[in-house]
């Protein structure tokens, strides 16, 4: 056997493991909670727990950890041993079905939104039986749920598998009107690609822009960036060949199928992709996966950037969400078969999607909203902040048809010809894929688009979930009561076409013409930055849904729509402040230092021949003398900003005026620093170059 298979899942408490060590009958107990979501008892959890701590002592852990997601954006963990006294004053190993089941971490100190005061410490983290436990060095790590005290959720989880059940719910009850009575579960299926940097550790560390904030926030461009497209696909430098290696492997042992890996558009930037997992469970291989990409990237001697704009001028990074519906009998309903225009039950599956999409394009919005993305949502790699829904010619052309009740003659089957009889024949496919669409329909799955690389895709599909768990709601409501189905559904269809068929476009996404026809005819929604968006998670259609779906509570709303936006503010704030730090410490005096140089040069021009004009050398000093002058004034105004915006309380006012006012300031700075960039001499420069960040990893 090979070393791949041999190896694969070895480090997670996976169903292969849970069949050799639990008995038949607790193992069929924990399978029907899995996939039923049945109650466990306290005497199984202790068998599980202990066959849990066996084979994880076996595979050399000494602690266990219940590992969550705050709401900080990253995972959280805290390690206790397994230890226990023995009479004999030695230690045993112990792990119980309450500890197991139940954690007590200080909930105090994470992001709260208002749910929990700085005295209100308790909190519980509850075991996810749904998800793998798995060992990440000495640790037992079993994924579990955070709630506070009251019991509101302070995490990402609990929301995300609340969304689940609610499209699980109301999935069946369209199912069982087409008479499928077989299925018992369904589930939505996510395949999160996700694009990152590489970068020289020694050049990131004299980099504090990069150390502070993740992003590069001055630097001039490069003579070379992207425009040749030669990274694209290109053959994989042999230091970044290593580390993907060495990544793939920790990614295996833990279970998490990473499949697809090539460099992507920008010079340092590199994609990995997985296959397709129950959305619960994408999530949380998600995190690791980026956790675990930035420890690898370090043994390498390099660091990885998940920021969703490292570098200004050249793409950025994005995390696509491959979102679709599948049973526990392996139906994929998202799948058109060979004739979508017959297939009912699809077509009435895409419509769900398509209302869902339109009514709740600010929700999908918000869900991707952060001060990194509002960099990267519109540039030239990225869908616009405009959400709209790409369906491909064939699909569009069924939709018309059912509009209009007119007669759909099909896509005709294209044999691609490629000139050379030695190359292989094949059809092509009867739609194109829009790489500017920020949904699109590719097969049988939605691609979404807008997510951030350093997001976790739990927010965007809470939301996702959500709204089809409302469309399939709204369907379901009305064709149970029908008296003529077959009639009722087709109506249904062509309704749901006409009222939402705005959300739809095949075309470029990038074309500014676009972007004023959709909101200027159209009426969707145009929130360029998080401070623009945010706020309308409160906005009642919204809430209504989220709350009726038991997603959320009214509080939990509140408290992420406060937490985002403080998140969003001291985000920039921190970024203006390295800024200033940066320019009066290290801009500045390597200016002033190299046109002493300049001077220096000048007066032995003179001292060699009095003759002898000066005129580039004082052409240089007047020109850096000025920008000098502005830099320092510009910082002093940013300093100022910053002074005026930390006196605001209300965090959506504060959000606002770092909108309208410090990111101008901040843009204000950048500029003559980084034409000083190009006139100082590179010995001079106080950090690395963007042409030796990007180019600097061979």
């Not at 060590?21 to 399978?31: F, G, I, Q």
């Not at 995972?75 to 309450?98: N, Q, Y």
């Not at 290696?245 to 090539?262: C, P, R, S, V, Y």
Request: with cysteine.
């Amino acid at each position: 056997m090979s070393y791949v298979p041999e190896n694969f899942g070895s480090l997670v408490f996976d169903d292969r493991v849970m069949k050799a060590n639990l008995s038949a009958k607790v193992y069929a107990s924990v399978k029907k909670t899995i996939d039923e979501g049945a109650k466990l008892d306290i005497g199984v959890a202790n068998a599980v727990a202990n066959a849990m701590k066996e084979w994880a002592v076996e595979n050399g852990a000494t602690h266990y950890t219940h590992w969550f997601q705050p709401l900080t954006g990253i995972t959280a963990e805290k390690h206790d041993s397994f230890i226990a006294p023995s009479p004999d004053g030695g230690v045993i190993m112990e792990f119980s079905g309450k500890e197991l089941i139940k954690g007590e971490p200080d909930a105090s100190s994470f992001p709260s939104g208002g749910l929990r005061a700085t005295f209100e410490a308790r909190g519980y983290t509850a075991w996810d039986p749904t998800s793998y436990a798995f060992i990440k060095g000495k640790t037992l790590c079993i994924p579990t749920a955070f709630c506070s005290y009251g019991g509101e959720a302070l995490d990402k989880k609990t929301p995300l598998l609340r969304s689940m059940d609610a499209l699980n719910k109301q999935a069946l009850r369209i199912l069982r009107l087409f008479g499928n009575d077989s299925v018992k579960c369904v589930r939505s299926n996510v395949g999160p690609e996700q694009e990152y940097f590489l970068v020289d550790k020694k050049m990131y560390d004299k980099r504090p822009d990069l150390r502070f904030t993740g992003r590069t926030l001055f630097g001039a461009k490069p003579p070379k960036g992207q425009q040749m497209n030669d990274h694209y696909f290109g053959v994989i430098p042999p230091r970044v060949a290593a580390y993907m290696e060495e990544l793939n492997d920790e990614l295996w042992k833990l279970g998490i199928l990473a499949k697809t890996e090539h460099n992507e558009v920008a010079p340092a930037q590199h994609e990995l992709a997985p296959i397709y997992s129950t959305t619960n469970i994408a999530t949380d291989h998600n995190q690791l996966t980026m956790e675990i990409m930035q420890r690898v990237a370090l043994r390498h001697g390099l660091v990885c950037l998940l920021h969703e704009k490292p570098f200004a001028g050249v793409n950025g990074s994005g995390k696509h969400n491959n979102w679709s519906i599948n049973t526990d009998t392996g139906l994929n309903l998202l799948s058109p078969g060979e004739t979508p225009y017959e297939n009912a039950q699809f077509l009435l599956l895409l419509c769900a999607v398509i209302k869902a999409v339109d009514d709740y394009q600010d929700l999908l919005r918000i869900s991707v909203a952060t001060a990194g993305n509002d960099h990267r949502l519109g540039a030239n790699e990225a869908p616009p902040a405009v959400v709209s829904i790409f369906l491909g010619d064939e699909l569009n052309a069924v939709l018309e048809a059912i509009e209009t009740d007119s007669p759909y003659k099909g896509a005709e089957k294209t044999q691609m010809k490629l000139g050379v009889d030695v190359l292989p024949k094949f059809n092509r496919d009867t739609t194109d894929r829009n790489r500017t669409s920020p949904f699109a329909f590719t097969g049988n799955k939605f691609e979404f688009r807008m997510l951030g690389s350093s997001n976790s895709i739990a927010c965007a599909n809470i939301m996702l979930n959500s709204a089809v768990a409302e469309s399939l709601k709204i369907f379901a409501d009305t064709l149970e009561k029908a008296e003529d189905f077959e009639a009722e559904l087709h109506e249904l269809i062509k309704n749901t076409i006409r009222q939402h068929k705005n959300i739809i476009f095949n075309g470029n996404g990038y074309d500014d013409e676009w972007i004023k026809e959709a909101t200027e005819k159209r009426g969707l929604l145009n929130y360029r930055t998080t401070p623009d968006c945010m706020p309308h998670l409160l906005d009642a259609k919204n809430a209504d849904m989220l709350i009726s779906h038991g997603v959320f509570s009214e509080a939990e709303l509140k408290s992420r729509c406060e937490i985002m936006l403080d998140n969003y503010c001291k985000t920039v704030v921190i970024e203006a402040d390295t800024m200033v730090e940066m320019a009066k410490t290290l801009i500045i005096p390597a200016i002033e230092e190299y046109s002493l140089e300049a001077a220096k040069a000048a007066r032995a021009k003179k001292a060699v021949n009095e003759t002898l004009p000066c005129s580039y050398e004082n052409k240089l000093i007047k020109k850096l003398s000025n920008l000098t002058d502005s830099i320092a004034s510009k910082a002093d105004e940013l300093d100022g900003a910053l002074c005026d915006i930390r006196g605001i309380e209300d965090v959506v006012e504060q959000s606002c005026a770092i909108r309208d006012i410090l990111l101008d300031r901040m843009d204000a700075l950048r500029r003559p620093c980084d034409e000083a960039e190009k006139l100082t001499a590179k010995k001079y420069w106080p950090f690395p170059t963007y042409g030796d960040l990007l180019f600097g990893v061979n």
